[in-house]
């Protein structure tokens, strides 16, 4: 299979890395239109060369590693592509995307969101084995055509992946409470340590959990507002009932009900009975 992979950061870049790696992949090239990206990832050996964006109907996959509404964009630009090409995008956030595929091309796409990353963005941010044992989620599969399906299926499954399937509707619920709202919440939190104290105390006191809590404060601003926004109303429903979460906790320190704080404690306790 001939590679090309467009978004060339975090996502873009440690695909390529792990793509190399398959020995049914013969050619990984990339398109980016950051200047700066472009060379990076030519310096660091990401990707063979760069192409322009025409050229991406050469290819026999298309990975399409960038914000949602560059994915869409991108799809209204690639309806003539050949009725064997696989498209496959990588975004955090998947209805909107699913209901702008054009028609013409639906059945060459596959809706994917790998659930990892980090806190760092950009071609130097790549990470080779990112992708190793974690999960990847694919939306409305029944809608890709048969070479498709297999064509995803055969590289998630080589890139040590575990596959999970999922309507795009209720991936984008799950996902704003996994992982949208924990980032609204870092972002928050930073932000709240930033304007009561001042850089001397942060550097003193910052220990191992508030550097956990505010991590993901790192994150690209410019792909978490798109996030954001393309799932706004399932963030807003995370986000209110985590107020009313806290709110309950609130409330309970404020009464001395200690044994009440002490249950709730325990029950987020819980959580890790199924994570660890």
């Not at 440690?14 to 990076?40: R, W, Y």
């Not at 050949?82 to 059945?107: F, V």
């Not at 590289?155 to 984008?172: A, Q, T, V």
């Not at 930033?194 to 601003?221: D, V």
Request: glycine share 6%; charged share 25%.
């Amino acid at each position: 299979m001939n590679i090309a992979i467009v978004g060339l950061g975090l996502m873009g870049g440690s695909l390529a890395l792990s793509l190399k790696k398959l020995d049914f992949i013969t050619s990984i090239v990339g398109s980016d239109h950051n200047l700066k990206h472009q060379k990076e990832a030519i310096e660091l050996g990401l990707v063979e060369k760069i192409i322009p964006f025409e050229e991406l109907k050469n290819y026999d996959v298309i990975f399409l590693a960038i914000p949602v509404n560059g994915v869409i964009s991108a799809l209204k630009n690639l309806k003539d592509v050949s009725k064997n090409t696989t498209i496959i995008d990588l975004g955090s956030t998947k209805e909107l995307i699913m209901s702008s595929i054009p028609s013409e091309i639906r059945q060459n796409f596959v809706g994917a969101h790998p659930m990892t990353g980090t806190e760092n963005f950009g071609p130097n941010a790549a990470i080779e084995g990112l992708y190793d044992d974690k999960v990847v989620v694919l939306c409305d599969l029944e809608d890709s055509g048969e070479l498709q399906r297999k064509v995803a299926r055969k590289i998630f499954k080589n890139l040590g992946m575990r596959k999970y399937f999922m309507k795009s509707h209720e991936h984008d619920r799950h996902a704003a409470f996994i992982s949208h709202m924990p980032h609204a919440i870092s972002y928050s939190i930073a932000n709240t340590v930033m304007k009561q104290e001042n850089k001397h105390n942060i550097l003193a006191l910052a220990a191992g959990g508030f550097r956990s809590m505010s991590r993901l404060a790192k994150s690209s601003p410019y792909m978490w507002e798109d996030i954001f926004k393309q799932n706004k109303s399932n963030l807003l429903e995370a986000i209110e009932l985590f107020e009313e979460e806290l709110s309950s906790l609130k409330k309970s320190i404020e009464d001395d009900e200690w044994e009440k704080v002490n249950k709730t404690m325990s029950e987020g306790n819980t959580l890790h009975d199924i994570l660890d």
